[in-house]
């Protein structure tokens, strides 16, 4: 009696074990990105193969890679067959939304540093010009004076007495001029630009919280009648 009651468990262990082997088919993932992805199935276990055996039959997976959106979706496994499943895991709100702040943060780079320190250089080129103008101008006009006061010709004493230092004292006041107002422009252009750098340099950057991967994350932990469950995401049913 025994002996038969151990052969016919024996079959049952058998049969069943068959009939599971037959019952199994296999899913093959083909996930953008390529990379980096993971998935919860059927709400209890995390997982990143690119391939899996189930039990033939409906199975809910949850995919998710970072920067990326979750994509809740059911997909059918069919007996002995292998499927190839192709996911696509759009860009997250948040993410996009870093990107932009990205852009802004790079055009108001150029706007409030780039821009002000190119003015600035251009503003300092053009005092620079303006004082080597006026130092000519006061070199030559104190070389004027050292001549006439040290010259013994008297038709060269009276050109520099009527025309040359009359003319030269004049050139003299406009190049001063030039350089002071050029000055003035330099120091304005100079503190506006410092009042823009220093501005943005308060301005805090961009940060990227992946709320998904948060949401992702916590799947496998919040209980439910069905095992898990998460409050938001896009469902796809794959057949």
Do not use: C
Request: charged share 25%.
């Amino acid at each position: 009696m025994r002996i038969r009651v151990a052969v016919w468990i024996f079959a049952q262990i058998v049969f069943v074990a068959t009939t599971t082997a037959q019952a199994a088919g296999k899913l093959r993932f083909i996930v953008d990105p390529g990379s980096g992805y993971s998935f919860v199935l059927d709400h209890q276990y995390r997982m990143q193969q690119r391939e899996v055996d189930l039990i033939a039959g409906p199975h809910h997976f949850t995919f998710w890679a970072p920067e990326r959106r979750m994509i809740d979706t059911t997909i059918n496994v069919v007996e002995g067959r292998t499927r190839e499943i192709t996911i696509l895991l759009p860009y997250s709100d948040e993410y996009r939304k870093y990107e932009r702040d990205l852009r802004d943060l790079k055009k108001q780079t150029w706007l409030n540093v780039a821009l002000p320190s190119v003015l600035t250089i251009g503003a300092g080129v053009l005092m620079g010009s303006g004082y080597r103008k006026y130092k000519n101008a006061h070199d030559q006009l104190e070389a004027d004076e050292q001549a006439y006061r040290s010259g013994s010709d008297p038709l060269r004493i009276a050109q520099l007495k009527d025309v040359l230092i009359p003319s030269h004292k004049s050139e003299l006041a406009d190049k001063r001029g030039v350089f002071y107002l050029t000055t003035g422009v330099f120091a304005a252009v100079a503190a506006g630009s410092a009042y823009m750098i220093i501005r943005h340099a308060k301005r805090p950057a961009p940060s990227f919280r992946d709320a998904e991967k948060v949401r992702f994350d916590g799947l496998v932990w919040v209980p439910s009648s069905g095992g898990g469950y998460f409050m938001t995401g896009l469902h796809i049913d794959l057949r």
